[in-house]
């Protein structure tokens, strides 16, 4: 379960944790979350709750990023989201697209940290502030399972939309991830351009035939 022994390891310092949802799925862009937990006193069932967003369920999911947005209106944490197009996944790979949604998550927060918790073994390059790469941090560190938590439910969110607009790719339950149902979406009504990533070599074979 996480904790704050990571950001107290920086003690008197604005510590935010990052983490990204949406490096697999064949469509939609990838978003990640930035969490600034300002107060380690936090609604104790809040802080009980948080951890890998891949361990909860949609619906526990849903409940905390409410709680923490809740939490941002009363000035405990503070929240950036960033996200990068399926156009920039294209163009840049899927990792540096990673990079730049975390960027820009950061860079959206309501205030400027001073260290960065970055979720794997990577760390994004020219950001604001320094870092700490911490693997499988979001089971590790509060403000890292909060990040994930945030960009988990915000593109399950958006992918939901976008079925809205393509009903036949099964896009909210999916979102966007190769599944049968989205594969027999491709098979009848082909690969959507600005929405399906062409760089994948599951949707470039889908081009090709």
């Not at 619906?59 to 941002?72: D, M, V």
């Not at 989201?81 to 990079?99: C, P, R, Y």
């Not at 399950?156 to 099964?170: E, I, V």
Request: aromatic letters at 8%; hydrophobic letters at 45%.
């Amino acid at each position: 379960m996480p904790d704050f022994e990571f950001e107290n390891k920086y003690p008197s310092q604005i510590i935010v944790g990052v983490d990204e949802a949406g490096r697999g799925p064949w469509a939609g862009p990838v978003v990640a979350g930035a969490v600034i937990i300002k107060d380690q006193k936090l609604n104790d069932i809040l802080l009980s709750g948080l951890n890998d967003s891949k361990k909860l369920t949609s619906t526990k999911r849903e409940i905390l990023y409410e709680q923490l947005f809740a939490a941002q209106n009363l000035g405990l944490v503070a929240i950036g989201i960033g996200q990068a197009s399926v156009a920039e996944i294209d163009e840049l790979n899927i990792l540096q697209a990673t990079f730049l949604a975390m960027k820009r998550a950061i860079e959206n927060l309501p205030e400027r940290p001073d260290f960065a918790l970055i979720d794997g073994n990577q760390i994004p390059k020219n950001l604001c502030c320094r870092c700490q790469a911490v693997i499988k941090g979001d089971a590790k560190s509060y403000s890292i399972a909060a990040a994930s938590i945030i960009a988990k439910v915000y593109r399950d969110r958006l992918m939901s939309d976008l079925a809205k607009q393509y009903p036949f790719y099964a896009f909210e339950k999916n979102a966007g991830y190769g599944t049968a149902a989205h594969i027999a979406g491709l098979k009848m009504h082909g690969v959507i351009k600005g929405i399906h990533r062409l760089s994948y070599k599951p949707i470039a074979n889908f081009l090709a035939q």
